[in-house]
């Protein structure tokens, strides 16, 4: 089915991404031949206008692929009849969601100065947005804390609220939700930097954030380590 034809309300809902899809179709046709993927993938595009009927209206967010593209992937996995263990599809869904940081890495390191203070002004707008669009859309991300440490390079940021979590929680898909939340640790790793997270907003009271180059000595005191439900945490040494 065309994207065109999907019975979305285009007034309060976007489409998923062309990324998001390739990654679906891509999955489907890994595990399925090509009949059966082809079924399954308008089965999918319905279970996504469905679960979009239900949904806060957010298609007005600036930032809006980090809240829609996941429902695809909430979808496809519901619907799916064989569920793959996601540590197989977890390099296909980072690609998707966070592919340009393999090419950013190649320029872009958190281990030098200029390169993390620019980092920290990314993460400050993106809070700075998502702090004025909570106002007026109260199921976004809703932030906790934002700061820069300039002397140790360290940059910390959380969310109080995320959208995917709460999706997650009222579909009981939790166990869905680390194959997304893990795409943080890759797209980190990508451009030299350590994501140092104990908890996000179905483990705990927020979701944290704190970066740093993988060559500062912080990233040597902890290690990555899985949880049982797949999430990756990190653990002090």
Not at 47 to 75: G, M, N, R, V, W
Not at 171 to 194: G, K, R, T, W
Not at 203 to 211: A, E, G, K, N
């Amino acid at each position: 089915m065309k994207e065109k034809d999907l019975p979305i309300d285009l007034t309060k809902h976007k489409v998923y991404s062309k990324n998001a899809k390739k990654c679906v179709q891509k999955l489907l046709n890994r595990y399925y031949d090509e009949k059966t993927a082809a079924m399954l993938w308008e089965k999918v595009q319905l279970q996504y206008c469905e679960y979009l009927k239900d949904e806060p209206a957010l298609k007005d967010l600036k930032i809006t692929a980090s809240i829609y593209d996941p429902i695809l992937i909430f979808a496809w996995y519901a619907v799916i009849p064989d569920k793959p263990p996601l540590e197989e599809v977890q390099q296909d869904v980072y690609q998707s969601f966070f592919g340009s940081f393999g090419l950013m890495g190649k320029v872009f390191d958190l281990n030098r100065k200029l390169d993390n203070k620019l980092a920290s002004k990314i993460f400050q707008k993106a809070n700075n947005i998502r702090v004025k669009e909570i106002k007026r859309f109260p199921e976004s991300f809703r932030m906790g804390s934002c700061s820069y440490d300039k002397e140790n390079g360290i940059i910390r940021y959380s969310f109080i609220q995320c959208p995917n979590a709460e999706f997650a929680k009222r579909h009981h898909m939790e166990d869905v939700l680390p194959v997304l939340c893990n795409c943080d640790h890759l797209a980190m790793q990508a451009i030299h930097a350590s994501l140092i997270r104990e908890g996000t907003c179905v483990t705990s009271d927020c979701c944290d954030y704190c970066i740093v180059g993988d060559k500062n000595p912080m990233a040597a005191e902890y290690e990555l380590k899985q949880a049982d439900n797949g999430l990756w945490i990190s653990e002090k040494k």
